[in-house]
């Protein structure tokens, strides 16, 4: 557009030439803005925000954080050292992922034995939001009970727990629920309310 509005002064225009060129071009993108809108409202598609799930798995890291008074095997936990923001997918499956006192799995095959295993007083766990249909290795581990889900975003949350630890999965859970994560079925029945 600059240049077209320098060749017209180049050519002698008087400013008002430039003036109502750029309101030409203004109005046809306010009206190609309003129709793209329109079209959005009358198709039904939804233009609220999306989450920002790197936000929201920061805030989660900030509650897990929280609990180290709780649970030693927590005292290493850092939301700046154990959120990842580029994850899996990019930086839009960001990951938490956490160990202490582990080791490598002894047994062979299994999703347990891709990860690090603790030892009695430690802890490995996983969180992350990814696509549904992800074929990243650790997003496809069968579940037990039904899955999680934060908006389209699915939930992975693994867990191993050292057996001479205090047990901090409920908590982890609750503070995932605190941050919108619900069980896939509970998402679709809160969308016909």
């Known amino acids: 557009m600059r240049s077209v509005i320098a060749r017209l002064h180049a050519n002698a225009c008087v400013p008002t030439c430039a003036n109502a060129l750029r309101g030409d071009l203004l109005r046809k993108w306010v009206i190609r803005g309003s129709l793209f809108l329109v079209g959005c409202a009358i198709s039904g598609h939804a233009m609220a925000v999306e989450t920002d799930y790197l936000k929201t798995l920061q805030a989660v890291a900030q509650g897990i954080a929280g609990l180290k008074s709780e649970f030693p095997q927590l005292k290493e936990f850092s939301p700046t050292t154990n959120v990842n923001p580029h994850g899996t997918g990019g930086p839009l499956w960001p990951v938490i992922d956490y160990k202490y006192h582990t080791h490598r799995?002894?047994?062979?095959?299994?999703?347990?034995?891709?990860?690090?295993?603790p030892d009695e007083d430690g802890i490995w766990f996983w969180i992350d939001f990814h696509e549904p249909d992800s074929h990243a290795q650790i997003d496809t581990q069968p579940m037990v009970g039904p899955g999680l889900c934060l908006d389209k975003?699915?939930?992975q949350f693994l867990i191993l727990e050292g057996k001479n630890t205090?047990?901090?999965?409920?908590?982890i859970r609750?503070?995932?629920q605190n941050h919108g994560v619900v069980q896939c079925g509970d998402l679709q029945n809160n969308k016909k309310d």
């Open 153 to 155: 975003k699915r939930v």
């Open 174 to 176: 609750s503070i995932l």
């Open 166 to 171: 205090n047990p901090v999965d409920g908590r």
């Open 105 to 117: 799995a002894k047994q062979p095959g299994g999703w347990t034995s891709g990860v690090p295993n």
